[in-house]
């Protein structure tokens, strides 16, 4: 607490003032935080002084908040993009990043107790800086490090506003991307990655963490194989958290001779407490795909959840006990999204219709990323279905009485693959 305390007065975060008539003050409180590592081991304890922003009034002391965070799915590509070209992944750490921007609106925050200026226990604190806690910091900080970073000479991603990149006149890369105060930065110009690091030492407070291992609670490996990715210590922390560490393990994650629907079974007294575990079941299949469909399903529930759905996320868990460390080796990219249709269809060939023009949604957004990238080729993209049906629908403009219903911005595939953007191929269902 001394050492933020010292921190925050060496940044000019707040000036010592009367509180002027017809002004009010935001209240604060101390969070702790305790950073671990991979091994589980304590890596370093964190005090942060925290604006209560649930006070502040909007269009008085906060304006627009919206800031930008890099998707899992841009993280991912980064990575398989450095797996193929064998690109070394590096991580650095910005301190107080909410410290660093000027604070546009008139902010006042009580003195913190036990850090009251002798002598000045009558005035407040008129906020110069953002700070934790006020609904602006994220935005104003994002602002900050975007203006340092295109300084640099950094272009900023359209497709996703927290990725940069840079191409010398030799043809040699930069990728950084950004998670509020944590950075991963990789590329083939080795050089220009130095003068980066160097360019964010001079203006943030920036810890050089070497070589990417950690990163958002995902373990990183890095070899001559690829990038592994993996989620042990989580895993083995939902097993701890519910009590199952010491469960017998199960070789599938789900019983395939049941079938769960809404109402199945007594309701849970805590419907609270099965949320959150679905939650946390979530964010692992980012590394887990084995278990995504057995998550989709129990994540269908979250409204009234019975005994019946509990037993079908014991079991996921069951099955995380035999394999915590297992992830996943990007030796090319890879990007995996699954979402439940919220239509009722008629037929199958609908229901992957309209899976096909989610996926061509995606396949055009990772296309646009790849492009300001400049990795690869601009080839055409192959989509495969197992449905000879929709495949059909999708390749002829026909309307019918079956398929007239369908909606007009699911058709928008057709025009895709009559560009030339998109082409389709069949697969059989067993392979």
Known sequence: MVAKMAALHSNDTWDLVVLPSGKFTVGYRWVYIVKVGPDGQVDRLKAHLVVKG????????????????????????????????????????????????????????????????????????????????LKQSPRAWFSRFNSVVQEFGMFR???????????????????????????????????????????????????DLGK??????????????????????????????TGMLDCKPVDTPMDPNVKLIPGQGEPLGDPGKYRRLVG???????????????????????????DSHWDAIIRILRYIKSTPGQGVLYENKGHTQGKKQDVVTRSSAKAEYRAMAL???????????????????????????????????????????RTKHIEVDCHFIREKIASGCVATSFVNSND
């Open 359 to 401: 996926a061509t949604c995606e396949l055009i957004w990772v296309k646009h990323l790849l492009q300001e990238l400049r990795f690869g080729k601009d080839e055409q993209m192959t989509l495969i279905c197992d449905n000879q049906a929709a495949l059909h629908i999708a390749s002829n403009p026909v309307f019918h009485e």
């Open 54 to 133: 649930y006070t502040q009034v909007y269009g008085s002391d906060y304006g627009d908040t919206f800031s930008p965070v890099a998707k899992i799915a841009s993280v991912r590509l980064l990575l398989s993009m450095a797996a193929m070209r064998s690109w070394p992944l590096y991580q650095l750490d910005i301190k107080n990043v909410f410290l660093h921007e000027d604070l546009a609106e008139e902010v006042y925050m009580e003195q913190s107790l036990g850090f009251v200026t002798q002598g000045e226990s009558g005035l407040v604190c008129r906020l110069r800086r953002s700070l934790y806690g």
């Open 157 to 207: 991603s359209t497709a996703d506003h927290s990725v940069f990149y840079h191409h010398n006149s030799s043809g040699q890369c930069i990728y950084l991307v950004v998670y509020v105060d944590d950075i991963v930065i990789t590329g083939s110009d080795q050089n220009g990655i130095h003068k980066l690091k160097q360019h964010l030492f001079t203006h943030f407070q920036t810890k």
């Open 212 to 241: 990417l291992k950690y990163f958002l609670g995902i373990e990183i490996a890095q070899s001559s194989s690829g990038v592994v990715l993996s989620q042990r210590k989580y895993a083995l922390d939902i097993l701890e958290e």
């Open 280 to 306: 946390k079941l979530n964010y692992l299949t980012i590394t887990r795909p084995d278990i995504y469909f057995p998550v989709s399903v129990v994540s269908q529930f979250l409204q009234s959840p019975c």
